[in-house]
């Protein structure tokens, strides 16, 4: 049976090493940040598309209303 060592790493190795990975760390760290801000963005916008729907149907319902009035229906 062998032993398999991992062979040591220089300092300038470990520096390299470490760099990248806090590189990495930062890359994943700004994709989810930029996920989260696109998916609140779309929330939103979703969102108000959907109340302005709701005052378009509040202002044809208040101006049949205010028609029928009008017209001396009530």
């Known amino acids: 049976m062998s032993t398999h ?3 040591e790493l220089s300092t300038r ?4 090493l470490r760099h990248r990975l806090a ?3 930062a890359m994943i760290e700004y994709s989810i940040v930029s996920h989260a801000l696109l998916a609140i963005g779309a929330g939103a916008t ?3 598309a959907q109340y302005l729907k709701l005052f378009t ?3 044809t319902y ?3 209303v205010y028609t029928v009035l009008a017209m001396g229906g009530v």
């Open 13 to 16: 190795a470990r520096r390299s």
């Open 46 to 48: 979703l969102g108000i």
């Open 5 to 7: 060592r991992k062979p």
């Open 57 to 59: 149907a509040l202002d």
């Open 62 to 64: 208040l101006r049949s």
């Open 23 to 25: 590189r990495g760390q």
